[in-house]
Every structure is written in C-alpha cells, then in structure tokens.
C-alpha cells in the first residue's frame, strides 16, 4: 500500500490537479515550448516547497538518474561529494562544498567539459543552493556559464535571487514559482483526508498545516506520520510529539548559542537531549541547524555557518559514539555563537 506521500506527491506532469495546472500553466507552457536538445540558461527561484525541482525533473520526463561519489584534492585536503547524473543533464548541489564552492566549480565543469559528447550534444548542469555563492564566486559561475555556453546550459535553482548579481540573471531565462498559499494548502490537504477516509481533530490539522507552512511536501509527510500513528491507535501521541519534536529542540538550542554569554550548562543539557532523548545524530543535527538559520539569517552569516559545517565535519571519523560527539558539538557551539553574534 503506498504511503500518502508517494501517493499524491507531484510526479509528472498528470499528477497537477486542476487547480495547480491553472496555477502554474505559464510556466508549464514555457517549458513546453523548449527543445531538450538547445534549451537556455535557466534561472528558477520560489520559496521552499513550491516545485521548483519537480517542475525541471517533469521536463526531463523523470529519467532516471544515478548518484556518484566525487573526490577533489583542494589545498591539500580531500574532499567529498556527490553528483547525479542521468542522460540528460548532470545535478550538483553548492550546500556541500563550505568555502570550498569556487575551486570545486570551476575544477566540475573544467572535469565535465574534458569529455565532449559523441553526437555534440549540449550537456545540462543543473546547480542548486546558487543563493550560498558569494560576490566573487558568482562572478566565477557567470564566467563559467559565458566560457561554456557552446558545450553547457546550465539550470540554476535559489529559493531567491535578492542577492544573485545582474550579470548572471541577465544570462538567463527567469522564472519564479508561485508557491501555494495557506487557502490553497488547505484545500490540498482537507481533499487528501477526505479521498484517504481519515479520522482526524481540527487540533490535529491545524497543526499539520502550521507544521508544514505552505509546502506540499512537508503536509504530505505530516499525513504520513499521523497516518502511521493511528494505525497503531497513538494518534494522540501527535501533538505531544510535535510540542516537543527535534526543531523545536534545535530551535531552542540555537535561540542559547546566540547569547552573548553563552551559558555552557545550558546548551550541553540540550545537546546530550537532542543526542539520546530524540536521537539525532551529529551530521543530521548540524544540517537542521543550517537549515533552520537559512530562514532568518542573511546569505554572508549562513555561508560563514556553512563552513563551520564543513570544517568541524572533516574531524569527525566515523563509527564514533555519541559521547565523543558531545566534545565536538561543544566547539561547534562556541564556534557558532561567535558568528551568530556578529549578525547582532
């Protein structure tokens, strides 16, 4: 039996209900228009959770694409990460690389353009997080996509562009995804209920809905784990879960990193909760905060966040318990605090 999610999560293009067909037909008509084989450069941004990748991945016909393990040597460091690539385009996501972005850009397309196609065809780099690359690191991506333009066409994927500069956008067809509104969620949501024959409190929907915050995705997984608890009669285990769930959490450990004086006591007492009690493991943990400060924080703070991700990851070994992860989460601590009090 599928689950809610991979039940009603837009797919291909016959899974938009009337409503997002009148919603995003501009837009579906747009890449309608375009010949896979000469496409141009395309800037896509939206808030999360408003398709933008389902509507590149629907154009691609969702062909399937396979996930590889990359390793540069970078200032005498090795460092890892991972592409897909499928026959139609290959797909980087800039979130991995810390302050490395530039030199692993530059050293990916230089890699990729080494091997011309046979049949000449245009190869498609889709890259997304390009809002995290900095003023000079654009300047290089704007180089790149001019340098490139007779062998790649790149797709470029932000949640915004208030800081992308004029030189890359100028160099792009743009295109901005509506989002769903909180009517429109609703709507979406009440309709899957309704079709799923659900049981379900207006408490519980209500917070489903405050939960998911205008993203499909987000409600559909919340159904999900409803769904499941009820199965097992603990739905009403929902609210008590997610008063308490692992952002919460992370919320409050981030609202104590940003203190002045940053109370040691307190933040190990969350950490060794957040460790043992909801059991989150370190990288997992790092990534949500990222995440979550990516909401309010602007792009200079998250990029200095980022590579505090990357740096303090690099010492991890695997396999290590959850003790000796206390220590490093200490630093990562002291270290966090000291740039989120330089956006105060």
């Keep these: 039996m599928l689950s809610i999610y991979n039940k ?22 747009f890449f309608d228009s375009l010949d896979k084989d000469n496409i ?29 393990n990359i ?5 005498y460091k ?27 850009l530059i050293e990916f397309i230089k ?17 997304h997080s390009i809002n995290l690359l900095g003023l000079d690191e654009q300047f290089i991506l704007r180089k790149l996509i001019e340098q490139n333009y007779n062998y790649c066409r790149f797709i470029l994927i932000t949640n915004t562009i208030n800081n992308i ?14 989002g769903f509104t909180k009517r429109f969620l609703e709507y979406k949501v009440k309709n899957i209920i ?32 409803y769904n499941n608890l009820k199965k097992n009669n603990k739905e009403d285990e929902y609210l008590v879960i997610k008063t308490n769930n692992k952002e919460s959490l992370i919320k409050e450990y981030i609202k104590l990193v940003s203190k002045k004086n940053l109370l040691y006591d307190e933040v190990d007492n969350i950490l060794y909760k957040i460790l043992f009690e909801v059991n989150i493991d370190f990288f997992t943990f ?36 959850k003790n000796k992860y206390i220590i490093f989460l200490q630093e990562y601590s002291y270290k966090l605090n000291e740039i989120l009090l330089k956006n105060k």
């Design 8 to 29: 009603y999560k837009v797919k291909k293009r016959e899974d938009y209900d009337k409503l997002m067909r009148i919603k995003y037909k501009n837009i579906l008509d």
């Design 111 to 127: 890699d990729i353009n080494t091997t011309r196609n046979i049949n000449n065809k245009l190869k498609i780099i889709i890259i």
């Design 78 to 104: 090795n460092i890892n990460f991972f592409i897909y690539y499928s026959n139609d385009y290959i797909e980087i996501d800039l979130s991995q690389f810390g302050k490395n972005k530039k030199l692993i």
């Design 165 to 178: 500069i004029e030189p890359i956008k100028s160099r792009c067809f743009i295109i901005k995804t509506p």
């Design 194 to 225: 309704e079709n799923e024959k659900i049981d379900i409190s207006e408490e519980i929907l209500n917070k489903i809905l405050e939960i998911s915050n205008k993203n499909l995705k987000k409600a559909l997984l919340e159904l999900d784990f």
């Design 40 to 68: 141009p450069n395309i800037l896509i941004y939206g808030e999360e959770g408003s398709c933008k990748k389902t509507l590149i991945y629907n154009f691609f016909n969702n062909i399937e694409k396979v996930k590889k």
């Design 286 to 321: 790092i990534k949500y905060v990222q995440i979550i400060l990516e909401k309010s924080l602007n792009n200079n703070i998250i990029n200095s966040v980022i590579d505090l991700n990357f740096d303090i990851s690099l010492n991890i070994k695997n396999n290590i318990t």
């Design 71 to 75: 390793e540069y040597k970078i200032n």
